[in-house]
């Protein structure tokens, strides 16, 4: 059984940064393609950003710019860099693969907020 395990959130003022990650208890990690979700309060879960084994990335139109995704295959490791947070960023965010998805693990809140 897979585990994913999210850290790294917390509060953060408008325009500051956080660094999320997502350890994986998965072997062979590094063949599959993995993605960063988010759930706001009341709205669905949505994918941010995404990130194929060879390390090609996307990115959904409202972090475009100011969220880098990356990952260490060595360490079953992926992570979100987000600058220039916003209060709209504001959510749980996931991570999992963009189809097909594992079990979700806990998430890690963000909150934007002065």
């Known amino acids: 059984q897979v585990q994913l395990v999210e850290s790294g959130g917390g509060l953060v003022q408008p325009g500051g940064s956080l660094r999320l990650s997502c350890a994986a208890s998965?072997?062979?990690?590094?063949?599959?393609?993995m993605g960063w979700y988010r759930q706001a309060p009341g709205k669905q879960r949505e994918l941010v950003a995404t990130?194929?084994?060879?390390?090609?990335?996307n990115y959904a139109d409202s972090v475009k710019g100011r969220f880098t995704i990356s990952r260490d295959n060595a360490q079953n490791t992926m992570y979100l860099q987000m600058n220039s947070l916003k209060p709209e960023d504001t959510a749980v965010y996931y991570c999992?693969?963009?189809?097909?998805?594992?079990?979700w693990g806990q998430g890690t809140q963000v909150t934007v907020s002065s």
């Open positions: 999992n693969k963009p189809s097909l998805n594992w079990p």
């Open positions: 998965r072997s062979r990690f590094s063949i599959y393609a």
């Open positions: 990130i194929t084994p060879s390390g090609t990335t």
